[in-house]
């Protein structure tokens, strides 16, 4: 990895931490548009380090919420990795509606799913339409924000 590659993914991990710190007052602490950077970030970068920037991001979040879930933050961080991931291949071959769909359903209801048995099914119940809401509000700044990204982004910087 290059310098130039790893500062930007630092900035965006420092994104994450912002977008952290804006909540969405949806029951949960530690819902806030942590996840926005890191969907810009697969315009940048492979999956993997989109994944991370995602994953990283919800721990500050987390962190930043008071770490309300304790342990299960780890859990929601891998979780959200994967649904990053998932996000920037969708991206990377081109499946532009696909991809918002995915990264919706897969951080609003999939992610929800190992807290049903985890936790309880009622948190499962309570917690996913404040994570749809979230992830469809996370989605739709970043969709708004990667028209702009891409028009400034200009020639100099390429990923793999």
Known sequence: MTTRKLALAALFISLSAIGGMIKIPLGIASIALDSTPALVAVLFFSAPLAGTIA??????????????????????AVEMWAVVWL??????????????????????????????????????????????????????????LMPYVLRFRGGSFHAP
């Open 87 to 144: 996000f920037a291949k969708l991206h990377q071959a081109g499946k532009t509606w696909l991809k918002w769909l995915a990264f919706i359903i897969g951080n609003g209801v999939v992610a929800a799913v190992p807290f049903y048995f985890l936790l309880s099914p009622a948190f499962f119940y309570v917690s996913v339409p404040a994570l749809l809401i979230a992830a469809s509000i996370n989605a739709a700044v970043a969709a708004l």
């Open 55 to 76: 994953a990283l991001g919800h721990l500050i979040s987390a962190l930043f919420g008071g770490m309300p879930l304790g342990p299960f933050h780890l859990i929601i």
